[in-house]
């Protein structure tokens, strides 16, 4: 599938977000209530309120994740590298169980004040950063790239481990609070607070768009790398930064999301036959944004005014992709005995 065949499925999803959810809407009033013709508050608020920032959420979340998985399966040369392993959604997770368990579990009336979501967020936030800072600190000692991964699973499995720790002495409202976060969700962010995501989301995608030059010479080795004058240690360090900040914003948000940044690289290798970072950046970032859409939609499909959590469709996406990656390939020609 082309650039522009991506582009054309992006919009159709994206309307289709807009249209169709947990909740029937004739198409006529969905429109008097996205250009503004006034008609029922109710679906106003549905159209406006909830649909589209949830779209826009997903496309920004599901881009800034897949784009990042695919730098990081570059620099760690490791197909099952993603967000996540490198231990910054277990920071912001920490972050966000010090809040609901600790403090109480008051993550229903969090969300329904501004002040209380920000709380939320700026623990998944400062949790996140704080693995970041411990990555660079480690990155100035550990010259290996295989060993700087290792480093972020050590680092996640300490934050599990503290994690459940505090689960075993919280109340009962805190463990499900932090259980009904932790399953994902694109639907926490509204037009209030979408500015700050936004921003901050795209700040990071252009500074991944910027990496392209590195990441294309990265594929012909260090030696090759720094005879274009690209600064290995530097170019590492800077990936660190971009990709902790995309889990750190997208987790502190919207909660862990998983498979996006795995699944994704993937399968746009796979349409695009490419191995250049100038055709398969754009290209995952297109392919993330209409997963994300996909995951938001199928999430509504119930119908009944109740949607499915993220982190219960994304498996569907992601497993096939790491059995491909992990089962053996015969050759062309080849026979099965």
């Known amino acids: 599938m082309s650039f522009f065949g991506l582009a054309l499925l992006l919009l159709l999803l994206f309307v289709v977000n807009i249209f169709f959810g947990s909740i029937h809407l004739p198409a006529g009033q969905v429109l008097d209530a996205l250009v503004g013709n006034g008609g029922d508050s109710v679906t106003s608020f549905v159209v406006v309120q909830s649909r589209l920032p949830q779209a826009i959420t997903a496309v920004l ?20 590298a993603d967000p996540s392993i490198l231990g910054v959604n277990s920071g912001a997770s920490l972050g966000v169980a010090f809040v609901m368990l600790v403090l109480g579990g008051t993550f229903a009336t969090a969300n329904a004040t501004l002040g209380g979501f920000f709380l939320i967020v700026a623990a998944a936030f400062g949790g996140a950063i704080l693995i970041i800072l411990l990555l660079l600190v480690f990155a100035n000692y550990v010259k290996g790239n295989v060993s700087l991964l290792i480093v972020g699973i050590m680092i996640s499995y300490l934050t599990s481990s503290v994690i459940s720790l505090l689960n075993y002495s919280a109340t009962e ?43 294309n010479a990265w594929l012909l080795g260090s030696a090759y790398a720094r005879n274009l004058g690209i600064s290995i240690r530097g170019t590492r360090v800077m990936l ?53 859409l996909l995951c938001n939609w199928m999430c509504s499909l119930p119908s009944d005014g109740t949607t499915i959590p993220i982190n219960v469709v994304t498996p569907f996406f992601g497993v096939p992709v790491i059995l491909y990656i992990l089962l053996p390939k015969r050759k062309a020609g080849e026979r099965k005995i």
Request: proline share 5%.
């Open 61 to 80: 979340c599901g881009a800034g994740l897949a784009v990042s998985g695919l730098m990081l399966q570059t620099v760690f040369h490791n197909p099952l």
């Open 240 to 292: 660190l930064i971009v990709t902790g900040l995309i889990a750190a914003i997208s987790t502190a948000f919207c909660g862990p999301i998983s498979f996006i940044g795995l699944a994704v690289p993937h399968i746009v290798k796979l349409i695009s036959n490419s191995a250049n970072h100038r055709v398969l950046v754009p290209m995952t970032l297109l392919a993330g944004a209409i997963l994300g």
């Open 173 to 215: 409202q805190g463990v499900h609070s932090y259980i009904i976060w932790g399953l994902g969700n694109f639907g926490g962010i509204s037009l209030k607070t979408m500015p700050l995501f936004a921003t901050a989301m795209l700040v990071c995608i252009a500074l991944s768009i910027a990496l392209i030059k590195p990441l």
